[in-house]
């Protein structure tokens, strides 16, 4: 079997579950040292352990070396099966993170496959489950992938518990598809989730995000979830225009004030409504992959993040593209060329 040398150090845990994916669709095995090397707590964590395993399973690899606090492991694929599939972090790890592993192999798969995921929905530093559901899945439909998605129970951290799950369709090949402008502005909507905290805290944040953006303040769009599995603040913006719907995200985390959680996301939200890209900042990076395997595709975006570009890299060590980005009118634009 060929087999790629990795080294962790500078990519955290976007590139474990990226050559993950890219073993899985390619039949490339890998080795990695120094995984998350630069981290506060360097090696393995429960939600890339999960996606390790998760992975594993899907595509009858061998693994050696897997362990919570590992930083080295080897991974060797096998064949990918479609099929009814359950994973679960054990905590209050992204699940989202663990979908996205895995997904791009189901949907090379030759048979449908159901997979129930538990853990976080709502996590900082990863995709929430409303990202997945309105951004990241309607985009990959441009793509020819046919999925559905449910979420049946919030999970926030620390306390986790959420659960959701996603239906893939095989898909023979993929299309590959331009996200290069957002067509005619809908509507910039907000909506704060609260469990297990106080309803004012959320009202707090809709007025600073009414104030800066124009949204609806009523009270309406404020949702106590019950019943609360843990004490969970999500605060979250839509904005809808022809070509795509991108969905930003603020957390509430103890110390920081529900204005100052309405303020950053708002900064995050006016800077993409100031912009002309039709992609946001994390959409683009997810984007990446997926048109890779296409063989093909382009996205302008309003930065260049380093998950982008570390992520580029990585790539083009399991596939045979190239990548272009070259300042344009809306920020960047991004070309993966077979």
Known sequence: MEMIELDGTEGGGQLLRSALTLSLCTGIGFSM??????????????????????AASVGQAQVHGAALGATGLRFEPGTVRGGDYHFATGSAGSATLVLQTVLPALWQATLPSTLQLEGGTHNPLAPSADFIAESYLPALAQMGVQTTFALQQHGFYPAGGGRFEVQVKPCAALQPCALETRG?????????????????????????LADRLGVDAH????????PA????????????????????????????????????LADEVQQYLDGGACVGEHLSDQLLLPMALAGGGAFTTHVISDHLTSNARLIEKFLPVEFEWEQADAGWRVEVHG
Do not use: D, Y
């Not at 502005?185 to 600073?208: K, N, T, W």
């Open 33 to 54: 040292s120094n995984i998350r090397g630069r981290r506060r707590r360097p090696g393995l964590m429960r939600q890339h352990l999960t996606a390790v395993n998760a």
């Open 184 to 208: 005619m502005p809908l509507s910039v909507e907000a909506g704060v989730l609260m469990s297990g905290l106080s309803g004012s805290i959320g009202l707090r944040e809709l007025q600073v």
């Open 219 to 226: 009270p309406r769009h404020v949702q106590s979830l019950r």
């Open 229 to 264: 599995i843990g004490p969970g603040n999500v605060a979250q913006v839509r904005v809808r225009h022809g070509a795509q719907v991108e969905v930003f995200t603020g957390h509430g985390e103890r110390g920081i004030s529900a204005e100052q959680v309405g303020a950053r």
